[in-house]
């Protein structure tokens, strides 16, 4: 049986305030686990996100034969199979929430001559899955699931695997990066078209372990090209902090008058930065200290204070390197001035939640006027604090979760969540992190409902 966590988060008694760290990026966690567990020899990594979502791929590399192991907080080893060694799973293989966990998944499992099932909750049991086991029948995989393609999912993984060429209708990372672990185990060149760049960890880490990776750039459309059946060898992971997860602090501090916070060792990849992009543009003070490159992957420092925003028009192809942060920037928008127009956010309708309207009901349960237009999400900001007031539904969403909590720090009266529970798929910690803010000695802002 789920508890339900309800939360509620209200205006600080003190301004937030310090120095703080996030959790390791969920995108490269994943990753690091799952290139750990089909390269040769131990994988250190540090940084990790022990968030529920990152943990069901732990446990899944287990299952597929890999040895992982938490040596401390944020430090594992992987001692990988190398490519096309992992082991059929004698149960079902459960990811929980995780969207990314499921469908990178799907690609490494395509290739590997067994047969799988792949599980989910309630809400990843309801997300598409089609869009990565289409493409990757053409390796020669089998697979059966429910109705709409949706899970559980058997998988007959391909006895030789042929490489895969596609154009990547939707712009997806995940998409493009089951392709691509799919293609590790066949035998030639698989080739990926994506007319939109998506985030680019998996490309990363791949060159990182040993791997042949070429982009080419026709336009705006990226093409991948990785040489199959290569020697991955293992190498360390430094995982960067998430800037997913920054956002919400870094909106918390736009948005509770007198705040100052730095966050320390984020990942400033360009492909994730939409957001900062965006916030700059609102007149938020946002600066970028200590650049450098750790791991292959850009990092740096980032501080942000308090600051009066105007709303701007996000353009449509900024969506993909933002995707995951529309829901707080919609938070920050009811607090501009002006209309914010956010274009393009068809991908928002199946994440964790149907993002889209849940990000509108939020904001008009809390006394924000906001439409819906087609894909488009407009937010009509007063210029100051919004009533707050409601007790929002999280629909078995982190971030949706997360957000309303960021509203409430700041809205005219608290702000409630259902439930807070999913918020450890990405950010245990959130909490007493925002808390930590507000100073010690002060009342918590967020607390059980
Ligand atoms: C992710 C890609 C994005 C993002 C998700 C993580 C990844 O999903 O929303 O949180 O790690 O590749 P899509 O590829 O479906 O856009």
Redesign the pocket.
């Known amino acids: 049986m789920h508890m339900l966590k309800p939360l509620r988060a209200s205006r600080p008694s003190a301004p937030l305030g310090g120095t703080i760290t996030v959790p390791g990026d ?2 490269i966690s ?2 690091a686990l799952m290139f750990g567990a089909l390269a040769v020899g131990e994988t250190r990594i540090s940084g990790l996100l022990e968030g529920e979502d990152v943990l069901r791929t732990a446990a899944a590399m287990r299952s597929l034969g890999g040895e992982v192991t938490q040596d401390g907080p944020g430090a594992w080893r992987v001692s990988g199979r190398g490519v096309g060694g992992l082991v059929e799973p004698v149960d079902v293989l459960d990811m929980g929430n995780s ?2 966990a499921a ?2 998944l799907a690609g490494i499992l395509a290739s590997h001559p067994f047969f799988s099932v792949m599980t989910g909750d309630a809400s990843l049991r309801r997300r598409p899955m089609r869009r990565v086991t289409d493409p990757l029948a053409a390796c020669g995989a089998r697979f059966a699931s429910r109705e709409g393609g949706r899970l559980p999912l058997a998988i007959e993984g391909a006895r030789e695997a042929l490489p895969l060429e596609y154009r990547v209708p ?8 089951a392709l691509l672990l799919c293609g590790l185990n066949a035998a030639g060149i698989t080739r990926i078209e994506e007319p939109e760049a ?2 680019d ?2 490309e990363n880490m791949l060159r990182h372990f040993g791997a042949e990776v070429m982009v080419e750039h026709a336009g705006a459309t990226r093409i991948i090209s990785l040489t199959g059946q290569p020697h991955l060898r293992a190498a360390d992971v430094v995982v960067p902090g998430d800037p ?1 997860s920054a956002a919400f602090a870094v909106v918390a501090a736009l948005l509770v008058p007198g705040s100052r916070v730095r966050v320390e060792g984020l990942g400033l990849n360009p492909l994730r930065c939409g957001l900062f992009t965006t916030l700059r543009e609102m007149g938020a003070s946002l600066d970028v200290e200590n650049a450098r490159i750790e791991g292959g992957e850009p990092v740096g420092d980032l501080v942000v204070s308090h600051s009066i925003l105007r709303a701007v028009d996000v353009p449509w192809d900024r969506a ?1 390197s933002m ?2 942060e529309y829901p707080v920037l919609a938070v920050a928008a009811a607090f501009a001035t002006g209309t914010t127009r956010m274009l393009g956010l068809k ?1 928002l309708r ?2 964790e939640s149907d993002r889209l309207t849940a990000t509108a009901a939020l904001l008009s349960a809390n006394g924000v006027k906001v439409e819906i237009i087609g894909d488009d999400l407009i937010v009509h900001g007063s210029g100051g604090a919004p009533l707050g007031g409601a007790t929002v539904e999280t629909h078995m969403d982190h971030r949706l979760a997360m957000s309303a909590l960021v509203l409430g720090l700041a809205a005219q009266t608290p702000v409630s969540v259902d439930d807070g529970s999913f918020i450890d798929t990405s950010f245990p910690g959130f909490v007493s992190l925002i808390n930590g803010l507000v100073g010690n000695g002060e009342v918590p802002a967020i607390t059980q409902a």
């Open positions: 969920k995108s994943h990753r969207g990314t469908r990178l939707v712009p997806s990372a995940q998409v493009k990066s998506t985030r960890h998996s997913s993909p995707i995951d991908e199946v994440k």
